[in-house]
């Protein structure tokens, strides 16, 4: 766990050095900055789910030590390529980023018995948090008061370092009970795909949505107010909170399960706007909300691992990273143009409705499904009686 929070530190510094590399060095705007950052972010999202196939089929190194290489060799050469190569490179170096996340729950799910992983879960989501809080204000400080090339490259040999570690340490990706035979057929994507897996990620996806657009529309709130200089405390605080969240729900015996936890985050966050300023009132509104961020994270992972087969659960945490990394993607610009064309307040509406929108899909086909397979099983049992 360690190793994978380290692992992830550099991940967690590449969205800010690269805006303001773009903005600062390049010259380009916030939106060109933008454009890097949604290639890398789509990069990703397409990439996790095969680099999952891949590891579910070859094994962790030959995963591993082809990205470390490619990770590294991107983060070395972006100082020396110009905006339009950057923005061509950027694709490709997504879809080969290390998958550290999917990587680390495919570890612990081995690693952990069943009874224990909300907490192992949780505990990762926690060291999720402090790698959010340390890595872009590292990333910050070292581009702004150290060159560029040095910030850059230097974030490439954070890929690429703990890229051979997990490659020499090579974690078990499955425990001695779930090692398939050999000669054994993969099961087929329908049969573990199933509707309940595909509403999980759809709900996934709906809380990293609302998360990023109330990251969106604080930063829009504080601003607008004249309080920039509170931003790094009230984030600080979220994160906090989020910790605290992430204590309590692997702490319990039994919690609250994904889709109700994630209809609370998002509910929670539709009246922030309504005590937007002084900026403590605004920190203090917030708390709630991000308490629940990190147990619906991992109330999402736990509900993966369950439902995916030991034999596809690579790929099965990629898709997960790859929903994600969709909610994110769609948050920011859908929350953006709300507050453009309104206020911050109506940001945070435009957040929490968002994600209650694609929870509220997630779950209503759930139910749909259920409902429709109920009088199947039930005529199911009554013939084997």
């Known amino acids: 766990m360690v190793l994978m929070f380290f692992a992830r530190l550099p991940m967690t510094m590449t969205g800010v050095t690269l805006t303001l590399y773009v903005v600062t060095n390049l010259g380009h705007g916030y939106g060109a900055a933008g454009v890097v950052g949604a290639a890398t972010t789509l990069g990703m999202a397409l990439g996790a789910p095969l680099l999952g196939r891949t590891i579910d089929r070859y094994g962790l190194r030959p995963v591993v030590g082809v990205c470390g290489v490619a990770s590294t060799a991107f983060w070395v050469a972006a100082p020396h390529l110009s905006y339009a190569v950057l923005v061509a490179c950027a694709l490709p170096a997504g879809f080969l980023s290390v998958p550290a996340g999917s990587l680390a729950r495919q570890i612990l799910a081995a690693l952990v018995p069943a009874e224990h992983r909300r907490a192992a879960y949780s505990l990762d989501t926690i060291l999720v948090e402090a790698s959010f809080m340390i890595g872009p204000a590292a990333g910050i400080a070292a581009i702004t008061s150290l060159s560029a090339t040095f910030t850059l490259s230097g974030i490439g040999v954070l890929f690429g370092?703990?890229?051979?570690?997990?490659?020499?340490?090579?974690?078990?990706?499955?425990?001695?009970?779930?090692?398939?035979?050999?000669?054994?057929?993969?099961?087929?994507?329908?049969?573990?795909?199933?509707?309940?897996?595909?509403?999980?990620?759809?709900?996934?996806?709906?809380?990293?949505?609302?998360?990023?657009?109330?990251?969106?529309?604080?930063?829009?709130?504080?601003?607008?107010?004249?309080?920039?200089?509170?931003?790094?405390?009230?984030?600080?605080?979220?994160?906090?909170?989020?910790?605290?969240?992430?204590?309590?729900?692997?702490?319990?015996?039994?919690?609250?399960?994904?889709?109700?936890?994630?209809?609370?985050?998002?509910?929670?966050?539709?009246?922030?706007?309504?005590?937007?300023?002084?900026?403590?009132?605004?920190?203090?509104?917030?708390?709630?909300?991000?308490?629940?961020?990190?147990?619906?994270?991992?109330?999402?992972?736990?509900?993966?691992?369950?439902?995916?087969?030991?034999?596809?659960?690579?790929?099965?945490?990629?898709?997960?990273?790859?929903?994600?990394?969709?909610?994110?993607?769609?948050?920011?610009?859908?929350?953006?143009?709300?507050?453009?064309?309104?206020?911050?307040?109506?940001?945070?509406?435009?957040?929490?409705?968002?994600?209650?929108?694609?929870?509220?899909?997630?779950?209503?086909?759930?139910?749909?499904?259920?409902?429709?397979?109920?009088?199947?099983?039930?005529?199911?049992?009554?013939?084997?009686?």
């Open 161 to 385: 370092g703990t890229a051979l570690l997990i490659f020499l340490l090579n974690p078990p990706i499955r425990n001695e009970d779930e090692l398939a035979p050999v000669g054994s057929v993969r099961p087929p994507l329908r049969s573990w795909l199933t509707g309940r897996l595909l509403a999980t990620l759809l709900v996934a996806a709906g809380a990293l949505f609302c998360l990023v657009g109330t990251e969106v529309a604080t930063l829009a709130a504080l601003r607008s107010h004249g309080d920039v200089g509170w931003t790094g405390l009230v984030i600080a605080v979220m994160c906090a909170a989020s910790m605290l969240g992430g204590i309590v729900h692997g702490a319990v015996k039994k919690s609250l399960p994904q889709g109700v936890l994630m209809l609370l985050l998002a509910a929670l966050v539709l009246p922030v706007g309504l005590a937007d300023q002084p900026w403590w009132l605004l920190m203090l509104v917030l708390i709630p909300t991000n308490v629940l961020c990190a147990p619906t994270l991992a109330a999402t992972t736990e509900t993966v691992s369950a439902l995916a087969p030991p034999a596809v659960r690579g790929e099965a945490m990629g898709l997960q990273d790859a929903s994600t990394r969709l909610g994110l993607a769609a948050g920011s610009p859908v929350v953006g143009f709300a507050i453009d064309h309104s206020s911050p307040a109506w940001g945070f509406v435009a957040a929490g409705a968002g994600g209650l929108v694609l929870a509220a899909a997630g779950l209503l086909w759930t139910h749909r499904r259920r409902a429709a397979t109920a009088p199947a099983m039930a005529a199911a049992v009554q013939a084997r009686r």
